[in-house]
């Protein structure tokens, strides 16, 4: 199966593009079985703030941009190349600190989860005062 531009569910949010190649609640993209997957762009300064995947796992692959990447509490600078794991239920975010737009990819296992797709936690202790001490 190929996937042209009009196949692509794309989503504007605050922090810039999400580009659905498979979504869980839309017959939009590729039929994956289990599988969501993303392209996210973030414009410069912007982020996916503090959040969590109740029953997923994900792999982030930054394609583009230097990004401050957290899980857990655990902070690295990613750049073009690197990968990021995140168990179910691990709190992560990821922020654009350069001076570009950046992209990465994102995929999730169990497309059809009960749980929504994300569940944020950005006003919680200590996420809400963590990057800024």
Known sequence: MFLSKSDILSESVPMGLNEFFSHPKSDIGAPTEDLVFIR????????????????REEFIYVLSGTIEQW??????ICTAGDV??????????????????????AIFNNKYA????TTDVSQQEPWASLRQG
């Not at 899980?71 to 690295?76: P, T």
């Not at 009960?114 to 797709?117: F, G, R, S």
């Open 40 to 55: 996210g762009t973030l414009k410069p300064g912007t982020g996916h703030d503090f959040h969590l995947h109740t029953d």
């Open 71 to 76: 899980v857990d509490s655990e902070k690295k």
């Open 84 to 105: 990021i794991y995140v168990s179910h239920g691990t709190v992560h975010g990821s922020f654009n600190i350069g001076d570009d737009t950046a992209q990465i990819l």
């Open 114 to 117: 009960k749980a929504d797709l």
